[in-house]
C-alpha cells in the first residue's frame, strides 16, 4: 500500500504593492467623516432638553415640564436653573462617557423610528457615581462640609461622612447603594430644605450602608 505525502498548505504571499490603497483609504475617511459627522450632529442635539424630551412619553414628559417650571420641584429641575442640561447628568466623565451616552441614545433612536420602542421606556442603565463625580468630586474628599447641614440634626452633615465612606462601601459591595440612592434626581417627594433628599429614605439607605461596612469588618 503505498501512502500519500500530505500536502502542505504553501503560504500565501500578500503583494501589497498590488493593493489598491487609494480606494481602500477614500472608503475609510468617508466612514470617519459620517461618523464624526453623526456624532457632532446628535451631541448638538442631545444639547438641547427639548429634544432629548421629544422621543418621550412618561414619565420624562413630566420631568421635562418640571424642569421649565417657574421654581424647582425636585433635584433635576433645580440643576436645570443652574444651566446643567439633562445630558450633562445622563453622560459619564470626559469623552468616552459622552460617545457611550450618544451610542445608547443612537440605540433608542433606532427604536422609536422602527416603532419597537418600548413607552414609558423601562431603565436598562442607572445613573452611575462617575455621572455625579465628575461635577462633585469634592464630596468625597477629607474636610468637605456640606453647604447645607440641617440633615437628620445630629451633626452628621457637619463632615459629610457618607460621602467619604463612599468607595468602602462599594469596595465591600459593588451592587450597594450610590448617589442617587439618596439623591433621587426626579422625586418630588424630596425636602427643598435638605437639598430635595427624602429624609426617611435617606435614613434607610444610611442603615444600608452601615450594614453593609459591617459585614466587611
Known amino acids: 500500500m503505498v501512502r500519500r505525502r500530505k500536502k502542505i498548505p504553501r ?16 472608503v475609510l475617511a468617508v466612514v470617519l467623516l459620517i461618523s464624526a ?6 451631541a448638538t442635539k442631545e444639547s438641547h432638553d427639548s429634544f432629548c424630551g421629544s422621543c418621550h412619553t412618561q414619565p420624562e414628559s413630566t420631568y421635562l415640564q418640571n424642569s421649565i417650571a417657574s421654581q424647582p420641584v425636585d433635584l433635576a429641575s433645580w440643576h436645570t436653573s443652574q ?4 445630558i450633562d447628568c445622563h ?5 468616552l462617557g459622552r460617545m457611550q451616552a450618544e451610542l445608547l441614545g443612537a440605540k433608542n433612536a433606532f427604536k422609536w423610528f422602527t416603532h419597537t420602542a418600548i413607552q414609558p421606556a423601562p431603565l436598562t442603565q442607572p445613573i452611575g457615581n462617575g455621572n455625579c ?12 462640609v456640606p453647604k447645607n447641614q440641617n440633615f437628620a440634626g445630629n451633626g452628621e452633615a457637619q463632615n459629610g461622612h457618607w ?7 462599594q469596595a465591600v459591595d459593588a451592587n450597594s447603594a ?11 417627594d424630596g425636602d427643598k430644605t435638605i ?6 429614605h435617606t435614613l434607610s439607605v444610611c442603615e444600608s450602608c452601615h450594614q453593609v461596612l459591617r459585614s466587611g469588618d
Open 11 to 26: 503560504k500565501v504571499k500578500i503583494h501589497w504593492e498590488k493593493v489598491p490603497w487609494k480606494p481602500i483609504l477614500i
Open 37 to 42: 459627522s453623526g456624532f457632532t450632529f446628535a
Open 83 to 86: 444651566s446643567t442640561r439633562c
Open 91 to 95: 453622560s459619564g466623565q470626559g469623552v
Open 133 to 144: 463625580l465628575k461635577c462633585h468630586l469634592q464630596v468625597t474628599q477629607s474636610g468637605y
Open 163 to 169: 460621602h467619604l465612606f463612599l468607595a468602602r462601601w
Open 178 to 188: 450610590r448617589c442617587v440612592s439618596c439623591h433621587s434626581a426626579h422625586a418630588a
Open 195 to 200: 437639598f430635595y433628599l427624602n429624609q426617611q
